[in-house]
């Protein structure tokens, strides 16, 4: 396989491993009440119908952050590029998936209105974890 090929399926993987970890973000400030005392209404459950799509998407998104590191000299600054990258999926949610594909209304705000800090602040913290499985998986010379 040649090098392009490992850094798409590397990145891939962190990007699922990033959403895993955002998976179980979003579930404990759920479980915690944090969004509750936000006035968000955003406390799914973690069931495998719940979290088998966002683990996918979480994969898919990670396809993006490939093209901000695939090329040798551009393997710098990895969770500096996930954060970067993170904003595409919160653009995505919030400007698609809740006006469109859902009864959320713009921005999700009938879940709250502090509902596009909270889709903020969880895709950062796939963009974290992305860079860092990313830089992890890859190692100092890849």
Sequence with gaps: MNRSSVMLSVCFCAGLLGALVNSCFVWLAGLWGLTEMAGVNMAP???????????????????????????????RGWVRKGLWVSLLPTAFQLGIVFPYLTPHDWLGLKLGHATPLFVLVFNFVWGLFTGVFCRLICGRRS
């Design 45 to 75: 459950g973690m069931t495998l119908t719940w979290l088998y799509p966002r683990l996918v998407w979480g994969g898919l998104w990670g396809l993006a952050y490939f093209f901000t590191v695939r090329t040798q000299r551009a393997r």
